[in-house]
């Protein structure tokens, strides 16, 4: 069982803390700092952010998402929280269509499926959730034996340095248990972002 870890800072364990019965331990300092006042837009200005969207009008794909996080990589960029694309940011996709959209303008940035970034970091994590209906969760989730630990959402969260974003529907994230402790969680310590105030047009 994990205890001590080096990488997340203790906001961003604290979401996965349940997995290891809550004994997680940062060991260093950096872990427990408090974000710095940088340069990026003030509502970005948090370690933990769910980005609130529609459900998605297809399948595997979502454009809004898309413009988003182009949108995201483009202040983050301005901002100065991006010197190394390879080493800073990261995407993570559930689906191909979804990570071919992304790697057309984005091909700089490690976009892949939460499984090809098992044992890598990134200071930042953008995590996006293209959902059209409730029943599409299935295909995101890989629970434990006993449905306690989802595996693949730990994999994704636990590989973000400094921040996490999430971009998805929380009313349809909401009927899977742990997708449902994240978003709650996010929305006590964190903020919930409607995809409008980053100046994004649906459509």
Known sequence: MLKQHYRMHDEIAALVSRYYHHRLVCSTERQMAALDKGREDHRLRSRLIWIETP????????????????QLVADFSQAGLIDDPGKDLGIVAPYRAMIHALKSDLDQFTIDTVERFQGSERKIIILTLPLRKASSLRHLQA?????????????????????????????????????????????????????????????
């Open 55 to 70: 459900s998605s009008a297809q399948d595997y794909y979502d454009p809004l998402q898309v413009e988003i996080i182009k």
């Open 143 to 203: 629970l434990s034996d006993d449905a306690s630990v989802d595996r693949k959402l730990n994999v994704a969260i636990s590989r973000a340095v400094e921040r996490l974003i999430v971009i998805g529907n929380s009313a349809l994230c909401r009927q899977a248990r742990h997708y449902h402790e994240l978003c709650k969680h996010i929305r006590e310590r964190g903020k919930i972002i409607e995809y409008q105030e980053l100046g994004v047009n649906h459509g």
